[in-house]
Nanobody, 124 residues
């Protein structure tokens, strides 16, 4: 399994970015795909997740309404649309894949596969 995250960069407060996570290496039917982020000196936090089949989504409560996770199954790519960004959103963003069934999918230890991370910097 390979996960390739991209789309990070520098953006001013109030701006938007869309992150992409290209998945390869197997069939992901039944998987849950997640985005996490880790700010400097902080723990890795859950951002959002989506079921590969069915598209059921979950969000960290503080981010719902600003961030949207989606999936293009044909392209085997998961997206994270981030709007109204603030400096507090500055972090390395990681995509991850979980084959576990019945989990909450909020914890990083539920995900066996991780991408390399893409840096998002929000600053004026």
């Amino acid at each position: 399994v390979q996960l390739q995250a991209s789309g990070g960069g520098f953006v001013q407060p109030g701006g938007s970015l869309r992150l992409s996570c290209a998945a390869s290496g197997r069939t992901f039917s039944g998987y849950v795909m997640g985005w996490f982020r880790q700010a400097p000196g902080k723990e890795r936090d859950f951002v959002a997740s989506i079921r590969w089949s069915g598209g059921i989504t979950y969000y960290a409560g503080s981010l719902k309404g600003r961030f949207t996770i989606s999936i293009d199954i044909a392209k085997k790519t998961v997206y994270l649309q981030m709007n109204s960004l603030t400096p507090e959103d500055t972090a390395v963003y990681y995509c991850a894949a979980s084959s576990r069934s019945g989990g909450s999918y909020y914890r990083s230890d539920e995900y066996a596969y991780w991408g390399q991370g893409t840096l998002v910097t929000v600053s004026s």
